[in-house]
T-cell receptor
Framework: DSGVTQTPKHLITATGQRVTLRCSPR?????VYWYQQSLDQGLQFLIQ???????AKGNILERFSAQQFPDLHSELNLSSLELGDSALYFC????????????FGPGTRLTVL | AQKITQTQPGMFVQEKEAVTLDCTYD???????LFWYKQPSSGEMIFLIY??????QNATEGRYSLNFQKARKSANLVISASQLGDSAMYFC?????????????FGAGTRPFVKA
């Protein structure tokens, strides 16, 4: 158990819908990262927050947004969902902003029908 | 362009033998971190080992060691005394210090199959 929690574990929804994925980092970690893992794209970095501020942005679609709250938990919002958004979404956390190992949560499996 | 290359999609390994998983990377940033993660069939991502670009010595963590050759831009993972439980997908990753922040890049992964 990495200490990072993600909810829900599974999510099934329809195209055009909006969902919110939630992540709680390990105690003491200030950075939260979001990743998308799909069969065709592999593991893709989406976005990083450090102590409530956005620090790095990767291949995140405009339909996706994220935030980190004062209690350091983070949410990833996915809207206008398409079939291609079906993937495993990981949250990870680390102590610092860089040069730290990232500890991954169990992931949220999103299926868009 | 930032890139991680893992060219061994699958391989068979004899139990108790050592195995080397190849990883080459490309970055123009002088400062970066290199990581290896294990993903078993259950799906979770498990951190194995970390190497900083300025670290003089190769990183080791138990049965895992990272063979870091900076000039060749390679960061191979060596697993000693392979166990059946080592059968999994292994990802090499890099976090370069770019102007836009540290954006971790993952390779496509390598899957060793450990046989008894």
């Amino acid at each position: 158990d990495s200490g990072v929690t993600q909810t829900p574990k599974h999510l099934i929804t329809a195209t055009g819908q909006r969902v919110t994925l939630r992540c709680s980092p390990r105690s003491g970690d200030l950075s939260v990262y979001w990743y998308q893992q799909s069969l065709d794209q592999g593991l893709q970095f989406l976005i990083q927050y450090y102590n409530g501020e956005e620090r790095a942005k990767g291949n995140i679609l405009e339909r996706f947004s994220a935030q980190q709250f004062p209690d350091l938990h983070s949410e990833l919002n996915l809207s206008s969902l398409e079939l291609g958004d079906s993937a495993l979404y990981f949250c990870a956390s680390s102590v610092g902003v860089a040069y730290n190992e990232q500890f991954f949560g169990p992931g949220t499996r999103l299926t868009v029908l | 362009a930032q890139k991680i290359t893992q060219t061994q999609p699958g391989m068979f390994v004899q139990e108790k033998e050592a195995v080397t998983l190849d990883c080459t990377y490309d970055t123009s940033d002088p400062s970066y971190g290199l990581f290896w993660y294990k993903q078993p069939s259950s799906g979770e991502m498990i951190f194995l080992i970390y190497q900083g670009s300025y670290d003089q010595q190769n990183a080791t963590e138990g049965r895992y060691s990272l063979n870091f050759q900076k000039a060749r831009k390679s960061a191979n993972l060596v697993i000693s005394a392979s166990q059946l439980g080592d059968s999994a997908m292994y990802f090499c990753a890099m976090s370069p210090d770019t102007p836009g922040g540290f954006k971790t890049i993952f390779g496509a992964g390598t899957r060793p199959f450990v046989k008894a």
